[in-house]
């Protein structure tokens, strides 16, 4: 058992269970979740394009690129820092998908989280989950295509999603193959004492 620090980042596959600890701190604990995804979908609502990924990872490489590649993890924690309210008792970060916005994260004593499951799981949880993102509606060779450029991109450039790398440097590694989310629930809680 781990009991997890004040911030902690959040990486992983898709349907792999993020949210799911983020939610539960929450929760549990009033830890304030954010979605470094919703960030770039309210930017992509801004310049009125759709939620596709490939929209999505131009709008995060661009951000990084002007910004630096652990901006939006550093804003995130410094927003946190400045916003605090009563009772709040922590920040998760969410979809960490590059290196140095993992180690953003450790450098202010946090921990990365990597979260994984089998992808025929997780594609079946997507579509299971109805979600209403216009992302989640793909065939299967799609959904590993999609991923397989986030996780092995071709540039080694730091401003680009690499999924592998945040893999790499991950403090904790988390697999769910649960077949019900109230198991990994429970799961977490008795791991990470929640």
Not at 14 to 36: C, I
Not at 56 to 63: F, K, P, W
Not at 108 to 116: M, T
Not at 120 to 126: F, L, N, S
Request: hydrophobic residues 35%; charged residues 30%.
């Amino acid at each position: 058992m781990t009991k997890l620090p004040e911030i902690i980042g959040l990486a992983g596959t898709n349907g792999a269970g993020k949210d799911t600890l983020g939610d539960l701190r929450l929760k549990l604990h009033n830890a304030r979740k954010v979605s470094l995804s919703d960030i770039l979908r309210d930017e992509a609502d801004k310049r009125g394009l759709p939620h596709e990924r490939i929209h999505l990872g131009a709008i995060s490489t661009e951000l990084s690129t002007q910004l630096g590649a652990g901006a939006l993890s550093l804003a995130t924690i410094k927003n946190f820092q400045e916003t605090r309210t009563y009772g709040e008792t922590g920040l998760s970060i969410v979809s960490i998908r590059r290196p140095d916005e993992g180690r953003a994260i450790q450098d202010v004593g946090g921990k990365l989280i990597w979260i994984d499951a089998d992808r025929h799981i997780r594609y079946q949880r997507i579509l299971d989950a109805n979600r209403g993102r216009v992302t989640d509606v793909k065939t299967f060779e799609e959904f590993c295509a999609e991923e397989d450029r986030e996780m092995y991109p071709e540039s080694p450039d730091p401003f680009t999603l690499n999924m592998s790398a945040v893999r790499d440097i991950a403090d904790i590694h988390v697999v769910n193959e649960f077949d019900s989310k109230t198991k990994f629930e429970k799961n977490l809680i008795k791991r990470f004492k929640l």
